[in-house]
């Protein structure tokens, strides 16, 4: 950090108006932008780093600068110039796979480049071996789709015309490919107008001194009002990705091991070391570039729930300022996040997306359960066939529930990309061959606790022509894990007119008049189910959200009556209640079922697993 003192008015102003640009930003792009997983499902966000690399703004992650500026050295880039990537192995560990698209944007005051725009979201089709992008069965990076390593898109206002054709040219959807890369790179030209105005309004000292401020704050508050609240010590919880789509299912470990220091200028270590060897299918994630910085902040907002109230929580950004707080050891080269080019990756959700959870569970067993219980809030699904149009890919990015807290039951139907949601059923049966005939809540799947986990979707959707179903999704064996005696939530699960998929599925046909039932996966619950009052229970089956069946052998009350009339029987639910306590108790975490039905039965390991 400088010795440069900031005015904490303007500091105010600045971190509003970024906020505000990047909130700016990521509207264009929903405005203009062509293809549904963009304009519909809302799967991107957009990010602004300073100079120095540092991201500034926090209500979501994004990509990395680092890889850019590696190759375009700033003091050579011009005003108007847009730089774009998408390699997986050149990103610095910022993209993940090669679907997401990074456009980087610098902003420039008085000649110099004083910060940057970013976008980077999931795009339909950048070629490879099955529509998407993401073949299940891949073993190779070269079968995923088209990799850019950081390239001038645009040099001083002009579209570089050969490198579009090439990358239109490799998708199957070139004209949504267009539309979106056009979106992105004209918000993020925008955007950079609206930072100079910025750096033109107050000077380049007194912005860059907010700029310190702001990250300064964010150190201090994570490590006064967060970090204090862990334990010193060591403390190790792992979990595990059930597939990878070329090997038969079996458990693929993410460990941490967490050291806890309050003295040290580094109070969090982050040990990876324990992690299952690199995945032969597309499950790995390249994470060990650059430090980690990636990593650091895509966990970081875990650390979130240790503040002190829900209000609080939601305040906290997560910006460059709490990469100093971390130190990330990560194993040596050939491990699921140190794969060794060209190791596949369009499924590194299975990988990044279980980190949060073996995060929070290791901080889960430092505080005694002051955190949320495990969730699965991101899985991909899709049809692609012919309609009178032509050729068709639908895909959509489906959430599902989170976990429940210490405070509250979790949410239903969220997803782990800010903004994010479900394509609407009117805009996907106008456009494609298929009906909606049901887009609910997925009863019974949220896992049972004093506090409840929240419910995945379920959806129906009826096939008018025949076509290929495709899906990207893990936790289709295991379950989101309960806490502190709260029970698993119940897992993924897609069905073809009664016949059960695999979680990792590149072309099933799909008969016209089948019915693909996409259920996702509930979330962990948190505390004893037999805590939870009788008269909440009763109203979570009013809600549609829990059963009869469900209040009586999960929660233990007993109701009558029907759903518009419930009534609670009193005695009848105490007396079952009073049983059903003679039980041991349950484990602090409850993993769920799902385990002994992976060939060879429960893995060793040497952390506790129940």
């Given at each position: 950090m400088?010795d440069r003192?900031a005015?904490?008015?303007l500091v105010?102003?600045?971190?509003g108006t970024?906020?505000?640009?990047?909130t700016?930003v990521?509207t264009?792009i929903?405005?203009?932008?062509?293809s549904?997983?963009?304009?519909?499902a809302?799967?991107?966000?957009?990010g602004?780093?300073?100079?120095?690399?540092?991201?500034l703004t926090g209500?979501?992650?994004?990509?990395?600068v680092q890889p850019?500026?590696?190759?375009f050295p700033?003091?050579?880039m011009?005003?108007g110039?847009?730089?774009f990537?998408?390699d997986?192995?050149?990103?610095?560990?910022?993209?993940?796979?090669?679907?997401?698209?990074c456009?980087?944007?610098?902003?420039?005051h008085?000649?110099?480049v004083v910060?940057?725009?970013?976008?980077f979201g999931?795009?339909?089709?950048?070629?490879?071996?099955?529509p998407g992008?993401m073949?299940?069965?891949?073993?190779?990076?070269?079968?995923e789709g088209l990799?850019v390593?950081?390239?001038?898109l645009w040099?001083?206002g002009?579209?570089n015309?050969?490198?579009?054709?090439?990358?239109?040219r490799n998708?199957?959807m070139?004209?949504s490919?267009?539309?979106?890369?056009?979106?992105?790179c004209?918000?993020c030209?925008m955007?950079?107008?609206r930072?100079g105005?910025?750096?033109?309004?107050?000077?380049?000292e007194a912005?860059?001194a907010?700029f310190d401020?702001?990250?300064?704050?964010?150190t201090?508050?994570?490590?006064?009002?967060?970090?204090?609240?862990?334990?010193?010590?060591?403390?190790?919880?792992?979990?595990?990705a059930e597939h990878d789509?070329?090997?038969?299912?079996?458990?693929h470990t993410q460990?941490?091991?967490?050291?806890v220091?309050?003295?040290?200028?580094?109070?969090l270590t982050?040990?990876f070391?324990?992690?299952s060897?690199q995945?032969?299918?597309?499950?790995?994630?390249?994470g060990?570039?650059?430090?980690g910085?990636?990593?650091?902040?895509w966990?970081?907002?875990?650390?979130r729930?240790?503040?002190d109230?829900p209000e609080r929580?939601a305040?906290?950004?997560?910006?460059?300022?709490?990469?100093?707080l971390?130190?990330?050891?990560?194993?040596?080269k050939?491990?699921?996040l140190t794969?060794i080019f060209?190791a596949?990756t369009?499924?590194?959700?299975?990988v990044i997306?279980?980190?949060?959870?073996?995060l929070a569970?290791?901080?889960?067993?430092?505080t005694?359960?002051?955190?949320?219980a495990?969730q699965?809030?991101i899985?991909y699904t899709?049809?692609?066939g012919?309609?009178?149009?032509?050729p068709?890919?639908?895909?959509?990015?489906?959430?599902?529930g989170?976990g429940g807290r210490?405070?509250?039951?979790?949410e239903d139907t969220?997803?782990?990309?800010p903004?994010?949601?479900?394509i609407?059923a009117?805009f996907?049966?106008a456009?494609?061959?298929?009906?909606v005939?049901?887009l609910g809540?997925?009863?019974d799947?949220g896992?049972p606790?004093?506090?409840r986990?929240?419910?995945?979707?379920?959806?129906?959707?009826?096939?008018?022509?025949d076509a290929s179903?495709?899906?990207?999704?893990?936790r289709?064996?295991?379950s989101?894990?309960g806490v502190?005696g709260g029970?698993?939530g119940?897992?993924?699960q897609v069905?073809?007119?009664?016949?059960?998929?695999e979680?990792l599925?590149?072309?099933f046909?799909?008969r016209a008049?089948?019915v693909?039932?996409i259920?996702?996966?509930?979330?962990g619950?948190?505390?004893?189910p037999?805590?939870?009052p009788?008269?909440?229970?009763?109203?979570?089956?009013?809600?549609?959200k829990?059963?009869?069946?469900?209040?009586r052998?999960?929660?233990g009350?007993?109701l009558?009556?029907t759903?518009d009339d419930?009534?609670?029987?009193?005695?009848a639910?105490?007396?079952l209640?009073?049983?059903l306590?003679?039980?041991?108790p349950a484990?602090?975490?409850d993993r769920?079922?799902?385990y002994?039905?992976?060939?060879g039965g429960?893995p060793?390991?040497?952390?506790d697993?129940?």
């Amino acid at each position: 950090m400088t010795d440069r003192t900031a005015d904490p008015v303007l500091v105010e102003i600045v971190e509003g108006t970024l906020a505000s640009v990047e909130t700016e930003v990521e509207t264009a792009i929903a405005r203009t932008a062509r293809s549904p997983m963009i304009r519909d499902a809302h799967d991107f966000r957009a990010g602004i780093h300073d100079a120095r690399l540092r991201k500034l703004t926090g209500r979501s992650y994004s990509a990395l600068v680092q890889p850019v500026v590696r190759d375009f050295p700033i003091e050579t880039m011009r005003p108007g110039d847009v730089f774009f990537h998408n390699d997986v192995y050149l990103s610095e560990g910022g993209i993940g796979h090669l679907p997401d698209l990074c456009v980087t944007v610098p902003v420039f005051h008085e000649g110099e480049v004083v910060a940057f725009v970013q976008a980077f979201g999931h795009h339909d089709d950048i070629g490879g071996a099955v529509p998407g992008s993401m073949p299940s069965h891949a073993r190779s990076a070269f079968e995923e789709g088209l990799m850019v390593p950081p390239i001038r898109l645009w040099d001083e206002g002009v579209p570089n015309r050969a490198a579009l054709t090439i990358m239109t040219r490799n998708s199957r959807m070139p004209d949504s490919l267009a539309g979106d890369l056009d979106a992105e790179c004209s918000a993020c030209l925008m955007g950079a107008r609206r930072l100079g105005e910025l750096f033109g309004r107050y000077g380049r000292e007194a912005v860059e001194a907010c700029f310190d401020a702001i990250i300064s704050k964010t150190t201090e508050t994570f490590r006064r009002e967060l970090l204090a609240k862990i334990p010193e010590g060591v403390h190790v919880w792992e979990d595990y990705a059930e597939h990878d789509g070329v090997d038969e299912p079996r458990l693929h470990t993410q460990r941490i091991t967490l050291t806890v220091d309050h003295s040290a200028d580094t109070p969090l270590t982050i040990d990876f070391t324990g992690t299952s060897a690199q995945a032969k299918g597309p499950i790995n994630h390249a994470g060990d570039y650059a430090g980690g910085v990636f990593l650091k902040k895509w966990l970081a907002p875990i650390l979130r729930n240790l503040a002190d109230t829900p209000e609080r929580m939601a305040e906290l950004d997560v910006n460059e300022g709490v990469v100093p707080l971390i130190e990330m050891v990560f194993p040596e080269k050939g491990t699921l996040l140190t794969p060794i080019f060209p190791a596949p990756t369009n499924a590194r959700t299975f990988v990044i997306l279980r980190l949060l959870g073996v995060l929070a569970g290791v901080l889960a067993k430092a505080t005694g359960g002051r955190m949320p219980a495990d969730q699965e809030t991101i899985r991909y699904t899709g049809v692609y066939g012919e309609s009178d149009d032509g050729p068709y890919l639908m895909r959509e990015v489906l959430g599902g529930g989170s976990g429940g807290r210490w405070y509250a039951d979790g949410e239903d139907t969220i997803h782990v990309v800010p903004d994010s949601r479900n394509i609407p059923a009117e805009f996907a049966e106008a456009r494609w061959p298929f009906r909606v005939e049901r887009l609910g809540l997925a009863v019974d799947s949220g896992g049972p606790g004093e506090f409840r986990g929240g419910l995945g979707y379920d959806k129906h959707i009826r096939m008018l022509r025949d076509a290929s179903f495709m899906s990207i999704a893990d936790r289709s064996i295991l379950s989101c894990w309960g806490v502190n005696g709260g029970r698993a939530g119940r897992p993924f699960q897609v069905t073809v007119d009664g016949v059960e998929m695999e979680g990792l599925v590149d072309d099933f046909p799909v008969r016209a008049g089948q019915v693909i039932r996409i259920r996702t996966t509930g979330g962990g619950g948190w505390g004893s189910p037999y805590d939870r009052p009788a008269e909440r229970v009763a109203d979570d089956v009013r809600d549609g959200k829990v059963s009869f069946e469900g209040a009586r052998d999960d929660y233990g009350v007993v109701l009558t009556g029907t759903r518009d009339d419930v009534v609670v029987d009193a005695e009848a639910t105490a007396r079952l209640r009073e049983r059903l306590r003679e039980a041991p108790p349950a484990a602090f975490f409850d993993r769920g079922p799902g385990y002994p039905r992976l060939s060879g039965g429960l893995p060793h390991a040497e952390v506790d697993i129940v």
